[in-house]
C-alpha cells in the first residue's frame, strides 16, 4: 500500500513471507530437544484450513448473521491453496538478528514510520485476507468468507468467530469499522492513509460477524487494501483517538490477532526488542499457519555500527546476518568457519519487488526546483565506478522506479559525463566561480547538504562529495541516525538524502508521486513530485481492470518520473545475499516467491539435529558440516517448471 523506508541502498501489500568461541554456543535452554522431530504429512488436505470451525461462535448469534452453521453457498473462500511454510518445522528456539538504530516507533500508521514497523506490524496483526506468497490467491486470515458485489464497489466479509485478540477478546465487525476510523483520524497524521481509506464509506457492522464496506470510487486497489488492512480492537481504539494513539503507542503496542506480541518488559529502548511468540495464538492450526512462526523468541538487536554487527555475527552474538556490502560478501565470507560449513552463506534469486533507492532531491528548495541541476548532479554520480570498485560488479545501475513488468525500457541509463554536467550547470546560470573555484550565482556559492543514516555508505558518497568538488560544489555529509533521519525527511528539511523504500506487489504509485501530498509532511512524496500527466495516468490506473493495461500506464508514468530526476537512481540486485549459522532448518527456497531478508522470522526453525551437529563441530577443529550451494535458484526453477506467471486476486 505504502512504501517504508529501508536500511539498505539498492535493494506493500504484505504476503503470507570468522573465529569461534564459547560466545557461539547457545545456552542450553534456547535448544529444541529432539524429541519434537516428527514423521509428518506433505499432504495439504491433512490440514484444515478452517479447525474447529466455528467453536468459539457467540450462540446468540444465528447462522444467517455469521454465526454457528453459517451457510455460505453464496459466498466465496478458499479451500484449496498450497501450504506455505514446511510441515516438518518445528517451534521453539531463538533467533537474533540486529538493527542498525532503534525504531522511530512500533507504530505501523501515522509519521516517521520504517520497515521494521511494516514487519512488526506482520507479525502482531492481522487483516481480513492475506495473499497467498506463491500463487498470491486470496487466503482466509480474520475472515472465512467474502462477497464482492457485480459493481465492484461493495464488498463483504464473514469474521472467523473463532478470532481473538491477545488479550482474549473476540475479533467482531466492530473492530473493522473502528480500525478504518482510526485510519481517516486526522490526529493520525498520515495523510496517505486518509487517501486510501477515504475511498470507502464508512463500514457497516451488519452483525457480530458480518462487515460491509462499500467503495465511493471504481478502483481495483480497493478491495485488495481493504481486505489487508491489519485489524486492531475497537475495545481499546474507542477510549483514543489519533492523536492519543500517536502519543501513547509508540513503543507499547495495542492487542493483536497475529502470532506474535511484543510485551513492554520486553522492550529495552535503544538497545533491544524481544517478539515473542504467542502459546494461544488462535489460528495456530490453521493451513495458512502450518510450518510458520516457528521460533519462540526473534531479538532485534540495535547494533549502530555495520561493522561491529558483522564482528558480532561472526563471533556468534547474531545468528542471522542480511549481508548488504559486497567486501563482507566476497572477501570476509571465505574464513574457516564457512569453509567447514559451521556459518552459511546463500545468494537467493526471487521476484522480490525492488523498491525506489538512490538520493532524493528536495525540490521544495530553490536550488533544485530547475531540472538541470538535478540532471547534473546525476551525471556526477559516477555509479559504474562505484560498483566496479566498491561493490565487486555484484549490482547493475538502477533505472526505473518500478520492478519486473512495470519498468520503462526507454528510460535513461544515466552514466557519469562531467562535461555535460558542467554544461546543464553553466544553462542553469551557475557559470562563475570565487577565488576556491567554487561555483557561485549572484554571490551565492553552490552547497549542498546530503543526510544518510547508514554509515556502510560513506565510500559510494565520499566518491560523490569528491566528483562534485572537482567540478566546483561543496557536498557537506552529515550522518545522523535513522530515527532522526526519519523525522527530517518527514518534516522536509533537507536538501538531498539517500533512501531506499521496500517495494510493493502491486504498484501504489499514487502514495509517493501524485500531486496532492507533494507539499504535506509524513508522506512518502518526499521530492514534491506535481506532474498533471502523472495525476492523469493515476486515475486511469485506479479504475484499469486490465493487468496488461496497468502495466502500460506505469510504464509510462516510470518514463515521466525518468525525466523529472527528482531522485539520482543508484543500483540494485535481484538477489538478496544472507549468512547464518548452521542450526537452522528452512524451506527449499530459504525466502518466500516474493519475499525479503527478513521472511527467515517466519519461515525458518530451529533445528534439533543441525543444532546438535553444530555445536559438536563448534567444539571441535576436526568436525566439519556439509557445505550447500551458495547461489539458490528455486524460485527461478519455480516459474520455469511450472509456467506460472505472477497471479492475480480477485478483485483485480
Known amino acids: 500500500m505504502t512504501k517504508r523506508l529501508v536500511w539498505m541502498l539498492g535493494l506493500g501489500v504484505s504476503v503470507l513471507c570468522g573465529c569461534t568461541g564459547s560466545s557461539s554456543v547457545p545456552e542450553e535452554n534456547n535448544t529444541v530437544p529432539t524429541s519434537q522431530i516428527r514423521s509428518v504429512s506433505a499432504d495439504k488436505n491433512d490440514y484444515p484450513v478452517f479447525p474447529n470451525a466455528d467453536e468459539g ?21 478458499n479451500l484449496d491453496f498450497d501450504l506455505i511454510g514446511d510441515p516438518s518445522a518445528v517451534k521453539g528456539g531463538v533467533i537474533r538478528s540486529h538493527q542498525l538504530d532503534f525504531p522511530t516507533t512500533f507504530r505501523y500508521r501515522g509519521p516517521n514510520t520504517t520497515e521494521f514497523d511494516l514487519m512488526l506490524d506482520g507479525l502482531v496483526y492481522e487483516g ?59 490526529g493520525l497524521q498520515d495523510p496517505a492513509a486518509r487517501l486510501v481509506y477515504g475511498k470507502y464509506d464508512r463500514p457497516v457492522a451488519e452483525s457480530p460477524y458480518i462487515v460491509r464496506v462499500t467503495s465511493t470510487q471504481l478502483n481495483w486497489r480497493n478491495f485488495l487494501y481493504f481486505s489487508s488492512m491489519p485489524i486492531y480492537p ?48 488462535w489460528a495456530e492450526n490453521s493451513r495458512r499457519n502450518v510450518g510458520l512462526h516457528n521460533f519462540d523468541e526473534i531479538h532485534q538487536i540495535v547494533v549502530r555500527d555495520d561493522n561491529l554487527a558483522f ?26 568457519p564457512v569453509q567447514r560449513g559451521l556459518l552459511q552463506k546463500r545468494k537467493v534469486f526471487n521476484e522480490y519487488p525492488l523498491g525506489m533507492s538512490g538520493i532524493a532531491f528536495n525540490t521544495r528548495r530553490e536550488f533544485w526546483q530547475d531540472v538541470r541541476m538535478r540532471r547534473a ?87 560523490f562529495q569528491e566528483d562534485l568538488r572537482r567540478v566546483g560544489i561543496t557536498l557537506n555529509l552529515r550522518l545522523v541516525t535513522f530515527e532522526t533521519m526519519i523525522q527530517l525527511i518527514d518534516e522536509r528539511r533537507f536538501d538531498l538524502v539517500s533512501v531506499a523504500y521496500t517495494g510493493l506487489l502491486f504498484p501504489n504509485p499514487e502514495t509517493t508521486f501524485h500531486s496532492s501530498l507533494a507539499d504535506v509532511d509524513n508522506t512518502n512524496n518526499i521530492t514534491a513530485v506535481k506532474n498533471p500527466r502523472i495525476d492523469e495516468l493515476l486515475i486511469r490506473y485506479d479504475t484499469e481492470f486490465d493487468q496488461q493495461a496497468r502495466e502500460e500506464i506505469i510504464r509510462e508514468v516510470d518514463g515521466i518520473l525518468g525525466d523529472l530526476h527528482n531522485y539520482i537512481l543508484g543500483w540494485e540486485a535481484p538477489f538478496f545475499r544472507i549468512a547464518f549459522w548452521n542450526k537452522f532448518g528452512a524451506p527449499e527456497g530459504y525466502l518466500s516467491r516474493f519475499g525479503y531478508y527478513r521472511d527467515p ?26 557445505v550447500g550451494e551458495t547461489d539458490v535458484r528455486y524460485w527461478e526453477q519455480y516459474v520455469q517448471d511450472s509456467g506460472q506467471s505472477r497471479a492475480l486476486p480477485d478483485g483485480h
Not at 169 to 180: G, H, I, L, S, Y
Not at 312 to 318: A, T, Y
Not at 603 to 615: D, G, I, N, T, V
Open 128 to 186: 481480513l485476507l492475506t495473499l497467498h506468497p506463491t500463487s498470491t490467491e486470496w487466503v482466509s486470515a480474520l475472515a472465512t468468507h467474502w462477497q464482492i458485489s457485480p459493481d465492484r464497489l461493495t464488498y463483504r466479509y464473514r469474521i472467523n468467530p473463532n478470532a481473538r485478540f491477545s488479550d482474549g477478546e473476540p475479533v467482531t465487525a466492530e473492530d473493522v469499522v473502528a480500525t478504518w476510523e482510526l485510519m481517516m483520524d486526522p
Open 601 to 626: 522470522l517466519s519461515l525458518w526453525w530451529s533445528h534439533p539435529q543441525k543444532e546438535a551437529h553444530w555445536q559438536q563441530a563448534m567444539a571441535s577443529t576436526s568436525e566439519s558440516l556439509e
Open 234 to 281: 475497537a475495545h481499546v481504539l474507542n477510549t483514543i483517538n489519533g492523536e492519543t494513539y500517536i502519543r501513547d503507542y509508540n513503543y507499547k503496542m495495542l492487542p493483536g490477532t497475529g502470532p506474535y506480541i511484543v510485551n513492554e518488559a520486553d522492550v529495552d529502548r535503544g538497545n533491544r526488542v524481544i517478539i515473542r511468540r504467542r502459546s494461544d495464538y
Open 311 to 336: 564482528q558480532m555475527f561472526k563471533r556468534g552474538d547474531l545468528d542471522y546476518y542480511h549481508v548488504n556490502v559486497s567486501r563482507e560478501w566476497v572477501e570476509e565470507l571465505d574464513t574457516e
Open 377 to 463: 548532479l546525476a551525471h556526477l554520480y559516477n555509479r559504474q565506478l562505484m560498483i566496479e570498485k566498491l561493490f565487486f560488479g555484484e549490482y547493475f545501475r538502477k533505472t526505473s522506479y518500478f520492478s519486473g513488468p512495470y519498468r520503462n525500457p526507454g528510460n535513461p541509463d544515466i552514466r557519469y559525463d562531467p562535461e555535460l554536467a558542467v554544461s546543464l550547470l553553466a544553462e542553469a546560470g551557475w557559470t562563475e566561480r570565487n577565488s576556491q573555484g567554487r561555483l557561485v550565482k549572484d554571490g551565492q556559492p553552490l552547497t549542498a547538504e546530503l543526510l544518510y543514516g547508514q554509515q556502510g555508505l560513506e565510500p559510494s558518497l565520499t566518491m
Open 57 to 77: 461462535a457467540d450462540p446468540q448469534v444465528s447462522a444467517e448473521n455469521g454465526g454457528s452453521g453459517f451457510a455460505s453457498e453464496a459466498w466465496e473462500t
